[in-house]
């Protein structure tokens, strides 16, 4: 019978990613066979019983989404204003699954829904550096000094931005500007923020991008599985980055 380590076991569970597990295994929070388990190297099978704050865990089988959201739905499990939820699309599904980072409100486009903590851990450290490309219908046109300054990066509140892939889409007289914008991070309203900094505020927001995923022949409010070949290539595009 194969061993897996406690922090995979939990992580393929779809509690958390394995370095987060690692956390609550040293605060106390897992139990294996009925005891407190503080030791990271710990091994695990089928057989052991795992509790994560007293709460039975089972390996589920891995589901990967690619949702193309529209606006109007939030990016949680659950909404204490009611709102609609990109979780209620699959309750079908009878399996927890989450959005792997999140999409505001009004922003529209390629969305990432699994059970999967580590695959999620991958598509969101920072570290990782995934691509996310999103385009953007913005108030006034950027002058060509300002797109250079948008690519190399921009002082926000919270930091300074990492290189962006800018390509302008339209830019008529009289009609309101489209940029491409290509990010590595996911900042809370990053990509507004972005453009309010040079007081063009974002009239329509899609993600049209994620790595080499697209939504193409995925109508908004539908969604497809993602292919075993897929989910290895986007967590393999995360750890070239490491090399």
């Given amino acids: 019978m194969s061993k897996v380590r406690l922090n995979k076991k939990i992580a393929d569970a779809g509690i958390t990613s394995r370095r987060k597990a690692e956390q609550l295994i040293l605060d106390g929070q897992v139990k294996v066979n009925d005891k407190v388990c503080k030791e990271l190297a710990t091994f695990v099978t089928d057989k052991d019983k795992v509790e994560v704050n007293g709460i039975p865990i089972e390996n589920e089988t891995p589901i990967y989404i690619l949702y193309h959201k529209p606006t109007g739905e939030v990016s949680t499990v659950s909404d204490d204003k009611d709102r609609r939820t990109v979780v209620d699309k699959f309750d079908h599904l009878n399996t927890r699954i989450y959005p792997v980072g999140r999409l505001d409100y009004d922003t529209s486009g390629i969305l990432l829904l699994t059970n999967d903590g580590e695959f999620t851990n991958y598509m969101t450290h920072p570290r990782y550096e995934v691509e996310k490309t999103y ?39 009289d009609m309101d500007m489209i940029v491409q914008l290509t990010i590595t991070e996911g900042r809370n309203h990053q990509v507004r923020r972005m453009f309010e900094y040079f007081d063009a505020e974002v009239i329509k927001l899609k993600r049209i991008g994620y790595d080499f995923l697209t939504i193409e022949g995925v109508p908004t409010g539908e969604y497809r599985f993602l292919t075993p070949h897929e989910v290895k290539q986007l967590v393999g595009h995360a750890k070239a980055v490491l090399k």
């Avoid at 108030?139 to 919270?158: F, V």
């Avoid at 290189?163 to 007289?173: G, L, M, P, T």
């Fill in 135 to 173: 385009r953007a219908k913005i108030s006034r046109s950027l002058t060509d000094r300002e797109l250079k300054e948008l690519e190399n990066g921009i002082m926000l509140e919270d930091g300074k931005t990492s290189k962006a892939i800018v390509e302008v889409i339209r830019d008529k007289k």
